[in-house]
């Protein structure tokens, strides 16, 4: 799969080894050996243990039917494939939502980042000072706990705001509007979170992209748009296909900015709350259970569709 | 005129997107002196006291929570990077059956939004009739810092000559000595990426912590529980010590790397 997409992302660059110019082994060099066994036994088991299992765990979950004159929480194996019906009934508002969220703070994010990505990767090569420290910026937010980050935005959007003051005040706001507990703070608070996981990737890539192709492109008569179009997107497209990824995948799956006391409201709950809800407060595990097996569904699909359909497969 | 835009628009650009970035730590950081009594959302006038006295709010709840959040992050970090280290060493070394379903199992909880990691986990610590505790959330956090351990570390096995371990055996050292004295000190700038990593996916892990934490706060989920009532500036204290020190460690880590690859140029 994606692997090596994701690959170039992983490391924090500011501690990433530097490129050296030792040979990495080639496949034909390596070894067959019991010391293989030895390496990879502790690793693959633990995930299969606390990761492979749990998803079996969850699809099972998933079928299961409450006990008869049981407690609110008590459920038996079973194949009660209804639940999917039902949660499909009930919450398609917010499975529709997550999907079409994650996709606007993607789009927004991308929008927001690849200039960024480009000055950092392209134009600052010629100060590797400013480019070192733009990339310390843009990873600071990593440092700051996830939740405060998004708690700020609360407060500098809630009613008492000099912000939404000021665009009251101004008249480009409806004195009885609000800010928070809107789609548009919700998918506000979803794009600012992932720029880094965006800008990452594409710094990675453009980092890489030599210039000397988009002056063949200017040479032979192409408009800058022209040499953008053809020459560096074609060419960003690993950092675009891994950033868009990393930023759609756990937006879809993201409860922290939808949650109401947060950026969201009860009109912008998303799949995150309701398995959250049903898990943790409703105790309703088999509906949790389908709503997060549909989730992971639907995004193995997307993206193996995207992976495909974007020419990046030699990636995978 | 036109030319001059041009040049000027996109560092203008960049500079005003990493602005945008930092106004919410900003944010943080300012509130963390402000003089507030339960919650901490208008402006009440500057103290030093939070800073100070960050234990004394709720009988140290925020600091019981921050002190958990280290405990799971350095345990989990210790074992997430050994398993990863291994796994990645693995990888790029040798010739092994299933090496696709590896990957496949390696990329997998990367790919899989966090809630679904963490009702997945729950259900079957449910099932299996396991306490929710401690225990549980390294359990958990171990398992998705493996992943990103791997991807880290497997960039660094990559770059390394193997003819220097060939050496190493050619001056008849032993498995052990060549792995102590050459392979891993080389790797070492590697695994630390990955542990510092690892720690900060665990530190700041809010949602697969959520479904597997029981009645154990962590920092996180004490910021969460507390947002519907109000957040003391404590947490914004501590928050920006966080910050303070991570950024210390990365810019001292770049600085020293800088110097390295200078010296080492001038050797060359």
Not at chain 1, 13 to 33: C, G, K, L, Q, V
Not at chain 1, 253 to 264: E, T
């Amino acid at each position: 799969m994606a692997f090596a997409a994701f690959s170039s992302t992983a490391p924090p660059p500011t501690t990433a080894p530097p490129p050296t110019t030792a040979p990495s082994t080639d496949p034909a060099a390596r070894r067959r050996s019991p010391v293989a066994l030895f390496l990879l036994l502790p690793g693959i088991l633990y995930l299969v243990l606390f990761f492979l299992t749990p998803l079996v765990s969850l699809l099972l979950t998933s079928f299961q039917a409450p006990r008869e004159f049981g407690d609110i929480g008590q459920y038996d194996y079973a194949f009660r494939w209804q639940n999917y019906v039902e949660v499909v009934t009930t919450y398609w508002p917010h499975i529709v939502r997550s999907f079409s969220y994650a996709l606007a703070a993607t789009f927004f994010a991308l929008l927001i980042s690849y200039p960024l990505a480009y000055f950092i990767g392209v134009k600052a090569r010629k100060w590797p000072l400013l480019q070192s420290l733009m990339l310390v910026l843009v990873i600071a937010p990593f440092f700051i706990s996830f939740l405060l980050r998004t708690l700020a935005w609360k407060q500098l959007f809630s009613d008492e705001s000099f912000v939404v003051q000021t665009l009251k005040a101004l008249s480009l706001m409806a004195p009885e509007a609000h800010v928070t507990g809107t789609a548009f703070s919700v998918i506000f608070g979803l794009t600012y979170n992932f720029i880094p996981f965006m800008t990452l990737p594409l710094y990675t890539t453009l980092e890489r992209l030599d210039v000397r192709y988009l002056e063949a492109g200017s040479d032979l008569y192409a408009s800058p748009f022209h040499v953008f179009r053809k020459v560096t997107i074609p060419l960003s497209m690993p950092g675009i296909v891994a950033g868009t990824l990393l930023t759609f995948i756990p937006a879809a799956g993201d409860y922290i900015n939808a949650s109401r006391d947060f950026l969201g409201g009860t009109g912008t709950q998303m799949m995150g709350n309701v398995i959250e809800t049903n898990f943790l407060v409703l105790q309703n595990f088999p509906a949790a259970a389908a709503l997060s097996i549909i989730l992971m569904t639907v995004i193995l699909v997307i993206v193996s569709i995207y992976v495909k359909r974007s020419g990046t497969e030699e990636l995978l | 005129m036109k030319l001059s835009l041009g040049k000027w628009l996109l560092p203008a650009y960049s500079a005003l997107a990493l602005l945008f970035l930092m106004i919410p730590i900003g944010y943080t950081f300012v509130y963390s002196f402000n003089d507030s009594l339960k919650s901490n959302i208008t402006w009440q006038g500057f103290t030093l006291d939070k800073w100070r006295g960050v234990c004394n709010v709720q009988n140290g709840a925020v600091c019981q929570a921050f002190g958990n959040s280290l405990f799971i992050g350095v345990v989990a970090t210790v074992i997430a990077t050994t398993f990863g280290t291994m796994i990645a060493i693995a990888i790029v070394r040798y010739r092994f059956k299933f090496r696709s379903q590896t990957s496949l199992l390696l990329f997998l909880p990367m790919a899989t939004p966090e809630v679904v990691l963490g009702a997945g986990l729950a259900a079957q610590f449910l099932s299996v009739g396991v306490p929710k505790d401690m225990l549980t959330i390294i359990l958990a956090h171990t398992m998705f810092c493996i992943s990103f351990v791997v991807v880290t570390v497997k960039a660094r096995v990559a770059s390394l000559d193997p003819a220097l371990e060939e050496a190493g055996r050619d001056l008849y050292g032993s498995a052990a000595q060549v792995f102590a004295r050459i392979t891993f000190p080389l790797l070492l700038p590697g695994i630390l990426a990955a542990a510092l990593l690892s720690f900060a996916l665990s530190f700041d892990d809010f949602i697969i912590t959520n479904f597997n934490s029981g009645a154990v706060s962590t920092f996180p989920k004490y910021i969460y529980i507390s947002a519907a009532r109000g957040i003391p500036a404590e947490a914004n204290v501590l928050a920006s010590a966080v910050f303070i020190i991570a950024i210390i460690v990365v810019v001292t880590v770049q600085v020293a790397g800088a110097a390295k690859a200078r010296r080492l140029a001038r050797l060359s």
